[in-house]
């Protein structure tokens, strides 16, 4: 499987945003509070590597980041919901995650819980399995995953340009996710959902990997 962190693309990325959340990192320095930074985008667009090369960017600079992927949140698990998918293709969309689930995960990470009881998906055996997530020392939350951006309480919304189509031969190639020709149309479904979440990014990222300020840029993105 190829890793898109060997990627100097992906890798610059993360210092880029890093750059970008200065402002808003400087307020967190003065003030203690904590951070939550939302990632959303297609399926394959780099969401969940963009978010690991913003956190080790963070932790380059001395700023403990921590992360929460949707994927952990789905309702049910993988094979079970592709076939509830395959039965009927309404079942597709933000519904099909606990979203609510994250919104109480950030709502603790911020009001200072030291840890939360959360879920993980477990591959293999078609499940979900529960650990416990350190927020200890965490002061920056990264959220990612396709609807994240949907969420309410976010401080700073980030959103990957890359659509399905684009990101074909990426998806091939980390040999994750159940292919059949059906998911072209599943994918089409999601991307007149995903999509409409770029109008409300602070940041957006191109398929090139090149950052530049959203609609949404508040009057501390600069």
């Given at each position: 499987m190829s890793d898109?962190?060997?990627?100097?693309?992906?890798?610059?990325?993360?210092?880029?945003?890093?750059?970008?959340?200065a402002p808003q990192l400087a307020h967190l320095a003065a003030t203690g509070e904590r951070l939550?930074?939302?990632?959303?985008?297609?399926?394959?667009?780099?969401?969940?590597?963009?978010?690991?090369?913003?956190?080790?960017?963070?932790?380059?600079?001395?700023?403990?980041?921590?992360?929460?992927?949707?994927?952990?949140y789905f309702i049910r698990p993988p094979r079970t919901n592709h076939t509830f998918r395959l039965q009927d293709l309404g079942a597709v969309g933000p519904h099909e995650v606990d979203m609510a689930h994250i919104a109480q995960h950030i709502t603790a990470f911020r009001a200072g819980a030291p840890s939360v009881d959360a879920p993980v998906v477990n591959y293999p055996e078609n499940r979900f399995d529960q650990v416990t997530r350190d927020f200890a020392r965490v002061q920056v939350l990264i959220v990612e995953g396709t609807y994240v951006l949907m969420l309410d309480d976010l401080d700073v919304r980030v959103f990957l340009e890359a659509t399905h189509e684009d990101?074909?031969?990426?998806?091939?190639?980390?040999?994750?996710?159940?292919?059949?020709?059906?998911i072209d149309t599943i994918l089409g479904i999601e991307h007149r959902l995903i999509a409409p979440q770029g109008a409300t990014a602070d940041w957006l990222i191109d398929r090139a990997f090149r950052i530049r300020r959203g609609h949404g840029a508040g009057p501390h993105a600069d």
């Amino acid at each position: 499987m190829s890793d898109a962190r060997n990627d100097p693309a992906f890798m610059d990325i993360g210092h880029a945003l890093a750059e970008a959340l200065a402002p808003q990192l400087a307020h967190l320095a003065a003030t203690g509070e904590r951070l939550v930074v939302g990632v959303a985008g297609e399926s394959g667009s780099g969401k969940s590597t963009t978010a690991m090369a913003l956190a080790e960017a963070l932790q380059a600079r001395g700023v403990a980041a921590g992360l929460v992927h949707q994927d952990n949140y789905f309702i049910r698990p993988p094979r079970t919901n592709h076939t509830f998918r395959l039965q009927d293709l309404g079942a597709v969309g933000p519904h099909e995650v606990d979203m609510a689930h994250i919104a109480q995960h950030i709502t603790a990470f911020r009001a200072g819980a030291p840890s939360v009881d959360a879920p993980v998906v477990n591959y293999p055996e078609n499940r979900f399995d529960q650990v416990t997530r350190d927020f200890a020392r965490v002061q920056v939350l990264i959220v990612e995953g396709t609807y994240v951006l949907m969420l309410d309480d976010l401080d700073v919304r980030v959103f990957l340009e890359a659509t399905h189509e684009d990101t074909h031969e990426r998806r091939m190639a980390r040999n994750r996710d159940i292919y059949e020709p059906i998911i072209d149309t599943i994918l089409g479904i999601e991307h007149r959902l995903i999509a409409p979440q770029g109008a409300t990014a602070d940041w957006l990222i191109d398929r090139a990997f090149r950052i530049r300020r959203g609609h949404g840029a508040g009057p501390h993105a600069d």
